[in-house]
């Protein structure tokens, strides 16, 4: 166990889940400001991207050295493809050089990868890559970066009732087994432990249709920070954040104790 692990050990409560000092499984960022981080330069939207994808391996390892399993990135949001079609082709063929070129870093650290979002509609080039990648990374466990690209929860929500209706048609399933524990089986986040920690960067107070559900409980932290400033630093101060807080999950305080 590292220093900074030890250090950050989860104070146990009664239960060993609810409170201060919880555990930090999984944190979930929305990587905002690449496009005025590259204006405030007078630069293109895309060197702000090209800028943000250098800033991935960084806040991946800080966040290993944190303990952190899993690490979500919203890299493509399914409303991203109203941006003009520039930016997004240019967006595209990043996401599979930066997949490419980080492919032995991910085999070295024996770090998972992991897609949530509707990556079908994703050119066949960055398929390629990320597919290669899921099959080589697939048994590792432990330290996992999930990329969602073409997600919005709105979609993932969707696809899900879709699929559950289908299967009510079809008489597979019945609508009084229909839990949240049957819902979130069917999202894109199956076997996926819900986000502890949210981080949005740029100063903007919004979700944005990212983890919806997922991050009904997770603790909230914004950043001002444009994407590309993000530092190693102001990540452990999120961290630091989390664990002061108190998380009650609709329980009194008096209850944690
Ligand atoms: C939001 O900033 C950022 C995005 C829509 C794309 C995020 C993509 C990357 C960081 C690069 C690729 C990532 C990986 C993991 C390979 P914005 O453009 O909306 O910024 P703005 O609000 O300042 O315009």
């Known amino acids: 166990m590292g220093l900074l692990n030890a250090f950050f050990m989860p104070q146990k409560n009664k239960d060993g889940r609810k409170g201060r000092g919880e555990r930090l499984r ?34 991946m390892q800080a966040a290993h050295e944190m303990g952190v399993e899993y690490l979500t990135l919203f890299a493509f949001s399914s409303e991203n493809w109203n941006r ?18 980080n492919r032995e870093k991910f085999l070295g650290n024996k770090t998972r990868l992991l897609t949530i979002g509707d990556v079908s509609a994703l050119p066949a080039f960055c398929r390629r890559e990320l597919d290669l990648l899921k099959a080589q990374t697939k048994d590792f466990e432990g330290r996992n970066l999930v990329l969602a690209l073409n997600y919005g929860s ?57 983890l919806m559900l997922q991050a009904a409980y997770a603790e909230l932290y914004f950043s001002k920070q444009y994407w590309p400033d993000f530092s190693r630093e102001e990540f452990i101060a999120a961290v630091n954040e989390y664990h002061r807080r108190e998380r009650r999950y609709g329980l009194t305080g008096e209850q944690l104790k």
């Open 154 to 210: 709105r979609d993932e929500i969707t696809r899900a009732v879709k699929k559950m209706a289908g299967q009510v048609k079809s008489g597979n399933l019945e609508p009084d087994e229909i839990s949240w524990d049957r819902i979130s089986g069917n999202l894109d986040t199956a076997g996926i432990p819900d986000p502890d920690l949210l981080i949005r960067t740029s100063g903007e107070l919004r979700l944005s249709n990212y």
């Open 84 to 101: 003009p079609a520039a930016e997004v082709s240019a967006l595209m063929r990043l996401l599979a050089r930066t997949i490419k070129a």
């Open 26 to 59: 999984h944190v979930a960022i929305i990587m905002d400001g690449n496009g005025r981080w590259a204006k405030e330069r007078g630069k293109k939207r895309i060197f702000g991207h090209i800028k943000g994808a250098e800033k991935v391996p960084e806040i």
